[in-house]
């Protein structure tokens, strides 16, 4: 059974950073697509970032530079480091594996993944 279990969230003050952890189990996440999401209250879930098989990123325009997805294949656990947050960076965010096929959506806004987490609560305050 396939696990993503997201970790990391909590409120923080604009200016600063939160790292959130997504702990994968019953599958390895070595190459493959992953990506990370989030939505606020009354808005649809919007695309923050990718990472492909070769681990090249690509960022939302609204986080570009700010934000940055990793992975440790040996913790099987893929990252999200976020700095300088703003309070409209407040949301639930979700992380998602894309397994049934070999190449990954080019968009940061696909929604083509087959797991996904529970997610875990970011709350940035002015």
């Known amino acids: 059974q396939v696990q993503l279990v997201e970790s990391g969230g909590g409120s923080v003050q604009a200016g600063g950073s939160l790292r959130l952890s997504c702990a994968a189990s019953?599958?390895?996440?070595?190459?493959?697509?992953m990506g990370w999401f989030r939505q606020a209250p009354g808005t649809e879930r919007e695309g923050v970032g990718t990472i492909n098989s070769v681990d090249r990123t690509i960022y939302a325009d609204s986080v570009k530079g700010r934000f940055t997805i990793s992975r440790d294949n040996a913790k099987n656990t893929l990252y999200l480091e976020m700095n300088s947050l703003k309070p409209e960076d407040t949301a639930m965010y979700y992380c998602?594996?894309?397994?049934?096929?070999?190449?990954?959506?080019?968009?940061?806004?696909?929604?083509?993944?087959?797991?996904w987490g529970q997610g875990t609560q970011v709350a940035v305050s002015s």
């Open positions: 998602a594996a894309q397994t049934f096929r070999t190449y990954c959506p080019t968009s940061v806004q696909s929604t083509t993944y087959n797991y």
């Open positions: 019953g599958i390895s996440i070595r190459g493959v697509c």
